[in-house]
């Protein structure tokens, strides 16, 4: 069974840094692009940023640009979101996802606050 | 304001059918596969169709995806009580280089 976990989340402050973690099993993390996918409270969805199966190749959200890097560690079947700079805007809670959302993880919620 | 648009809401009552709509441009709809999810409150969103049409296993086939141009069409038929959520549209996009969502319907069964 394919299972996403992601971790990490939590209360930060406006310019702080969080870095998430998307544990994969169930699946070969390496044959697969990875996406992140937020939502804010209340809001629909945003696509933040995915990467292709080796970490060649990432794409980002032009708003985040900079201050987000997508990675991955296939052998540890992860996937990573640093997110730096964080302001009150990034509040959401961030799913990681297989391709474009085939499979979901429970999310991990973010919350950029003093 | 999101780049591909749907209708902020959609109803329709058991048995009936229903179609959202989802409207881009040349550069995302008009050009790539259109994906559908489906999200109940507080869950994380599921993949209803993608590549326009294709069902994933265990999504009934109440549920179909359709496109015309720059636009695509998620249909439901036979609504349940059970399909009232939120869905959402999505696109690749050349001009952005990136996914794109539509801003979500959300469906009452009444």
């Known amino acids: 069974e394919v299972q996403l976990v992601e971790s990490g989340g939590g209360l930060v402050q406006p310019g702080g840094s969080l870095r998430l973690s998307c544990a994969a099993s169930?699946?070969?993390?390496?044959?697969?692009?990875m996406t992140w996918v937020r939502q804010a409270p209340g809001k629909g969805l945003e696509w933040v940023a995915n990467?292709?199966?080796?970490?060649?190749?990432?794409h980002y959200v032009d708003s985040l640009k900079g201050r987000f890097t997508i990675s991955r560690d296939n052998a540890k079947n992860s996937l990573y979101l640093q997110m730096n700079s964080l302001r009150a805007e990034d509040t959401a809670v961030y799913y990681c996802?297989?391709?474009?959302?085939?499979?979901w993880g429970q999310g991990t919620l973010v919350t950029v606050s003093s | 304001q999101s780049v591909l648009t749907q209708p902020p809401s959609a109803s329709g009552t058991p048995g009936q059918g229903v179609t959202i709509s989802c409207s881009g441009s040349?550069?995302?709809?008009?050009?790539?596969?259109v994906y559908w999810y489906q999200q109940f409150p507080g869950t994380a969103p599921k993949l209803l169709i993608y590549?326009?049409?294709q069902r994933p296993s265990g999504v009934p086939d109440r549920f179909s995806g359709s496109k015309s141009g720059t636009s695509d069409f998620l249909a439901i038929s036979g609504l349940r009580s059970e399909d009232e959520a939120d869905y959402y549209c999505?696109?690749?996009?050349?001009?952005?280089?990136?996914?794109?969502f539509g801003g979500g319907t959300k469906l009452t069964v009444l």
């Open positions: 996802s297989r391709d474009m959302g085939e499979s």
């Open positions: 169930g699946f070969t993390l390496s044959g697969y692009w």
């Open positions: 990467i292709n199966q080796d970490g060649s190749r990432k």
């Open positions: 040349s550069s995302n709809i008009g050009s790539h596969d």
């Open positions: 590549k326009n049409n």
């Open positions: 999505a696109a690749w996009d050349d001009s952005l280089s990136g996914w794109v």
